[in-house]
């Protein structure tokens, strides 16, 4: 097994960041671009490798569409596969097949698509045989569960005959990644209405448009943590935008609450050191994938917060609430649910001489735990996760002054 050693390092000089392209709007852009044909010119398209999975397999269109562990493009193709009426195998690794597929497929049923399951009822693999006929406009989709499930039928929704009403059922989390998929689309050409629970699509073309993906704010928000959690540093996060379609461009307020600064120009992001004003409750409803990174955050800092919105995290890469439990014990810190649905951080007050983090084949896993380096020496066990989402992390840790050292287990 490889492991790399991060030697704790708690002062850093002023560096630029030159950020990923976002993962979200990538493989949202990839698809839309795929429903016209590729008439568009999309640049800036993100190195992660959820991202290059997707480019593949619509660029060669195999017989089989094997994601490995995206879940992104797992739930993007499947719908996609239906809509243009393609006859498909939608399969992954061992874990991409432990998680549920099956309130889109549902979904896709609902509306005249023929799929079915091919090993068990819920999970990938699937045999997906088009849809031949749109026999609805209006489907139910739980709000609660996945954002990705809503916006893989909404991206499919103008190609439809009769377009599409989607009633969301219950709590709605992520909706920034549902506003995202809106958007994405508004600026292709697609016009919508979403009043109250009900998103509707009319039939219609998405036009050609000229794209460039935005820097990853998902990324950015390791380096939030990483200044955060330092003595003293200043770092600028090359092309981020103030006004992001990206949910997760809530760690700028967040971070504010945990010490830093955010100064926002043309060309990105700086970030300074301000004095922690803490705060007792964070809710991730609409930004899941921060949820790990301000655990560690705020177990680092001592601050002892309440964590809600969570309820997606045990279907993600791994249960992400279990492996932050697990991880955070490593340096004395404890995450614990102290009513339905309400985590809370206790702090570590002792700190190890080196602390060995086992990443649950989860890159966000491994990144999230990077900050701990500013007070003890990090070994980070298969670091390669982080290619899922942001392949040039290790090289951007060096850019900063940390030093990363490979070794064999």
């Not at 709590?171 to 109250?196: P, Q």
Request: hydrophobic residues 40%; contains cysteine.
């Amino acid at each position: 097994m490889e492991i790399l050693e991060l030697s704790q390092k708690s002062a850093f000089a002023p560096t630029t960041i030159p950020l990923p392209s976002s993962k979200s709007e990538s493989n949202r852009v990839l698809i839309i671009d795929a429903l016209t044909e590729g008439k568009n010119e999309i640049s800036n398209l993100a190195e992660a490798r959820d991202t290059q999975t997707m480019i593949r397999l619509l660029g060669k269109n195999p017989p089989v569409y094997d994601v490995l562990d995206a879940g992104t493009t797992m739930r993007f193709l499947t719908a996609y596969a239906a809509i243009t009426n393609q006859n498909k195998v939608m399969t992954g690794t061992a874990r991409m097949c432990q998680r549920p597929i099956g309130i889109l497929v549902d979904a896709l049923r609902a509306i005249g698509a023929e799929i079915h399951y091919m090993n068990v009822e819920g999970y990938p693999p699937l045999a997906i045989h088009g849809l031949a006929e749109q026999t609805s406009d209006n489907v139910k989709i739980r709000g609660d569960v996945s954002s990705q499930y809503i916006s893989a039928m909404l991206m499919i929704a103008p190609i439809l005959p009769k377009g599409l009403e989607i009633e969301l059922e219950g709590k709605v989390g992520s909706r920034t990644y549902i506003e995202m998929t809106l958007e994405l689309m508004a600026k292709f050409g697609i016009n919508y209405s979403w009043e109250e629970n009900i998103i509707k699509v009319a039939h219609q073309s998405y036009q050609p448009t000229e794209f460039m993906v935005e820097s990853d704010w998902s990324g950015a928000s390791y380096w939030f943590s990483l200044l955060a959690c330092a003595d003293s540093g200043e770092l600028f996060l090359k092309g981020l935008k103030e006004d992001s379609l990206q949910g997760d461009s809530k760690i700028v307020e967040i971070m504010s609450h945990l010490g830093i600064k955010s100064t926002f120009n043309k060309e990105g992001v700086k970030l300074e050191k301000i004095p922690v004003t803490g705060l007792k409750e964070f809710d991730f409803t609409h930004c899941p994938d921060l949820a790990q990174t301000v655990a560690v955050t705020c177990a680092i800092l001592g601050q002892d917060a309440k964590f809600t919105g969570l309820e997606s995290l045990r279907i993600k890469e791994t249960d992400r609430i279990y492996a932050l439990q697990q991880e955070l014990a490593k340096f004395n810190a404890e995450f614990n649910e102290v009513e339905p649905e309400v985590f809370q951080v206790i702090p570590s007050v002792t700190m190890p001489n080196e602390v060995q983090i086992h990443t649950y084949d989860d890159h966000r896993m491994a990144m999230a735990f990077m900050p701990l380096l500013t007070k003890t020496k990090v070994l980070i066990e298969d670091p390669e996760v982080v290619n899922k989402s942001y392949p040039s992390f290790w090289k951007h840790c060096q850019l900063a002054g940390i030093s990363c050292v490979n070794h064999e287990s």
